[in-house]
């Protein structure tokens, strides 16, 4: 007999959504999470788009998310997964506060972006550094704006920008971009992005409430009032390694959120997708929860 039908690891918003769609189908859902609900939730000071919420605090959202999974009768734990096996199909998931047993786990651990590690990133977070363009760019509407980093995500970005802001300069470390080349075409003929090419941000410099500047590697100060940092994103899946399939860290999936390992799906930001949003979160979660519920009546 096991602890519980699903077990989710991760409670952020792709993990509560599941939770909820698991436990309002009537099986016996936990979801764990290491730290408190919410997940990088708890990091958004304000979230303009979320469908139905025009304009919501990370934190209130995180809770109406845990007491709607709450209310359909899921269980949330705070413990951290440390390792996962499967016997026979019996799912046993090793916590910080021992063994959980399930028929099916659902993979929601999310990631986490890339630091730049400069003087005043850590300080100027949500007073002027953002880590996403779509979440953050129509605050810094006629602004000038930095942004960091020579990927596809770091160019597809700086055009978004570039139709908001009056000045976007994309700093990289490099001389070469590692995005697409026909990204780095448009970008290259955008009038109003400027390149700062083979340098690095040494400081990112405020007035205590918001950005003002960075300098960069050469001694230039730049002038902006925003800075979008794109070094990449880490996925929390370490204690997959070995055991499911992964693409840079990345939890491999189906459009079912089904994994390499049958009746372990994956849902949010530590999967395989193109797009990582609060929204595509949660909608992950549900048909993840929809298509544990396929596998669990079929064996
Ligand atoms: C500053 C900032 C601003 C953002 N702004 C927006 C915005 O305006 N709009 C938008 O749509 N998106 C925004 N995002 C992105 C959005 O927050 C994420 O896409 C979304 O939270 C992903 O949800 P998730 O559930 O997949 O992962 P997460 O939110 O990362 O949640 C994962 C949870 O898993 C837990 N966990 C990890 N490992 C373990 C383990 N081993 N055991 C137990 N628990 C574990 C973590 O503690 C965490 O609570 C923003 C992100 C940040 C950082």
Redesign the pocket.
């Known amino acids: 007999m096991a602890d519980c039908d699903i077990l989710i690891?991760?409670?952020?918003?792709?993990?509560?959504s599941a939770a909820g769609y698991a436990a309002r189908l009537g099986y016996k859902a936990i979801a764990?999470?290491?730290?408190?609900?919410?997940?990088?939730?708890l990091?958004?000071d304000?979230?303009?788009?979320?469908p139905g919420s025009p304009s919501v605090s990370?934190y209130e959202l995180a809770e109406s998310l845990e007491k709607q999974a709450v209310s359909f009768g899921a269980e949330i734990r705070f413990?951290?997964?440390?390792s996962i096996k499967k016997e026979g199909n019996l799912f046993i998931t090793e916590?910080s506060d021992g063994p959980i047993s399930s028929l099916s786990v659902i993979y929601?651990?999310?990631?986490?972006?890339r630091k730049l590690g400069c003087t005043g990133e850590e300080e100027y977070?949500?007073k002027g550094v953002?880590?996403?363009a779509?979440?953050?760019g129509p605050f810094f509407k006629g602004g000038r704006v930095a942004v960091v980093g020579g990927g596809d995500t770091a160019l597809t970005d700086a055009l978004y920008l570039s139709k908001l802001c009056s000045d976007v300069y994309i700093i990289h470390r490099r001389t070469e971009f590692r995005g697409q080349k026909m990204l780095e075409d448009r970008v290259r003929a955008k009038e109003n992005i400027h390149l700062e090419l083979g340098k690095n941000v040494i400081s990112i410099n405020g007035d205590g409430k918001k950005v003002t500047s960075v300098t960069l590697s050469d001694s230039t100060e730049l002038s902006v009032d925003g800075v979008f940092i794109f070094v990449g994103m880490e996925p929390?899946s370490r204690?997959l390694e070995g055991f499911a399939d992964l693409d840079h860290g990345f939890v491999s999936s189906d459009d079912h959120m089904r994994t390499s390992v049958p009746g372990l799906f994956v849902?949010?930001?530590?999967r395989t997708t193109p797009f990582?949003?609060?929204?595509?979160?949660a909608g992950?979660?549900a048909m993840a929860a929809h298509a544990a519920d396929e596998y669990i009546q079929g064996i």
């Open positions: 690891i991760g409670a952020g918003p792709a993990g509560l764990i999470d290491a730290l408190s609900p919410g997940g990088q939730l990091y958004i304000q979230i303009e788009n979320y990370g413990t951290e997964a440390l916590t929601a651990a999310g990631a986490h972006h977070q949500a953002s880590y996403c779509t979440c953050d929390n204690m849902a949010g930001d530590v990582r949003q609060v929204v595509t979160a992950d979660g």
